[in-house]
Nanobody
């Protein structure tokens, strides 16, 4: 069974940092394009970041660029999202997702979704 499991969410103060993990099972991350998405209550899901199969190419949404960093450890079959300088507007459920057959992170091309982990940024 192919699965993605997120972890690392929780409560953090504004300006703080948090690292999310996405562990894959049933397939190897080095053959999939992986993206991080988030969805806040009442808002549409948005793509936050994307990393290529090799890890050599990354992309970020303007809202998080310069504050978030995506990376992967193929040996551990895990993708990470390091979040720094967190703001209250970063509060959302964060999902990792995989495009098994393509090289982009567009939602229409996502094959596998994790169940999400909640990040709450509040004083």
């Amino acid at each position: 069974q192919l699965q993605l499991v997120e972890s690392g969410g929780g409560l953090v103060q504004p300006g703080g940092s948090l690292r999310l993990s996405c562990a894959a099972s049933g397939f190897t991350l080095n053959i999939a394009t992986i993206g991080w998405f988030r969805q806040a209550p009442g808002k549409e899901r948005e793509e936050i970041s994307c990393i290529s199969r090799s890890g050599g190419s990354t992309n970020y949404a303007d809202s998080v660029k310069g504050r978030f960093t995506i990376s992967k450890d193929n040996a551990k079959n895990t993708v990470y999202l390091q979040m720094d300088s967190l703001k209250p507007e970063d509060t959302a459920v964060y999902y990792c997702a995989a495009n098994r057959f393509g090289t982009d992170c567009r939602s229409a091309n996502i094959n596998y979704w994790g169940k999400g982990t909640l990040v709450t940024v509040s004083a």
